[in-house]
């Protein structure tokens, strides 16, 4: 991706509210860390670990602070959340490449689909019947939208996305590649040792300003639909299964899982790996940090924590077959305190 032709820092400062300490005719046109930046690059700084690059820095302007402005030798715009507004700025240095309006020779459309005019549709594209495509969207190579799919203005299907039948998808949403929408999920009934696929009729909804990461797949749902509310922000290689509800501006790092039937709230922080059991409710700002397991309801918000953080093998090993004494250990010392077990077996499970 490369950078749009520079951008002079008093456009920047009026642009994003910021306050300038420097030179607002001096222009720069691309994104660079503290320590590798020249003159015509924007650095930031919001993590207080890399404050030691600040001095060295060469940067054209570095975005951090206002508490930080006399500690820094370059330009500065000043502004109350610097990694936001690098963002923005980054953003607007490096627009996503554009796709022209139309249809390519290779891709197949069915005749009663309602394609927008200023919409693009890429090589080998596949459109089912009666999909509709909202204007200046956008409909990578490779992509695949079956029947029934709705997909709103101004969203980019990057790649090999996959929209299973009846998909809704909101407005100025981005599906990187590989993203399968609305497959069927995993519903089975048992049945004398065998398994019985269980029809799954809903559909996925995805509501505006959305983005999918990489190899992210959600699930269809069984009888209602699984919901993806506004502002969500989700990573690589996540599985949401069918009838989950998540809710506007929750945000999931890779390789999470969340099982079926579960709904989370609003502004919520999902960690790396988190696991997330079935029918269990989470409420709004609530933060699971990684590698968490999560197997009953959240119902205050804060912050969360399980998993066991890496340490040398042997030691490791020690307190893990320790662990599984725990519980005669607590017994042994209620008993020598000469307090009953309150709990008695109901601590046991089957």
Partial sequence: MSAQPGLSLGELAVRFGC???????????????????????????????????LQQ????????????????PVNALLAKNPYATYARIATLLYPPPAAPPGRHASAVIDASAQIDASASIGPHAVIGAR????????????CVVM?????????????????????????RCLLQPSVVIGADGFGLAPDQGEWLKVP????????????IGASTTIDRGAIEDTVI???????????????????????????AGISGSAVIGKRCMIGGMVGIAGH??????????????????????????????????TRFRKNAARFHHLDEFVREVRRERGAADPAGDADETD
Wanted: hydrophobic content about 40%.
């Fill in 200 to 211: 799954q009729v809903g559909t996925v909804r995805i509501g505006n300003d959305v983005e």
């Fill in 280 to 313: 269990l409710t989470i409420c709004d700002d609530v933060v699971l940090t990684g590698k968490s397991f999560v197997n009953s309801s959240i119902r205050k918000p804060g912050y969360y924590s399980s998993g066991i953080p890496v340490d040398e093998t």
């Fill in 57 to 72: 820095t060469q940067a054209g302007v570095v975005v951090l602070e206002p508490k930080l402005a006399d500690a820094c």
């Fill in 147 to 171: 029947d029934d799919v709705t997909i709103g203005a101004d969203t980019r299907l990057t790649a090999n996305v996959t929209l299973c039948a009846g998909v809704i998808i909101g407005d």
């Fill in 19 to 53: 306050i300038l300490k420097g030179d607002p005719d001096l222009r720069v046109s691309r994104v660079a860390a503290l320590e590798s930046a020249d003159a015509s690059s924007v650095a930031f700084l919001a993590n207080p670990r890399y404050r030691r690059y």
């Fill in 229 to 255: 509310g506004n502002g969500v922000k989700m990573d690589n290689q996540i599985q949401i299964g069918h009838n989950v509800r998540i809710g506007d501006h929750t945000a999931i790092a890779g390789c």
């Fill in 131 to 142: 999909v509709k495509v909202g204007a200046r969207s956008v409909i990578g190579p490779g």
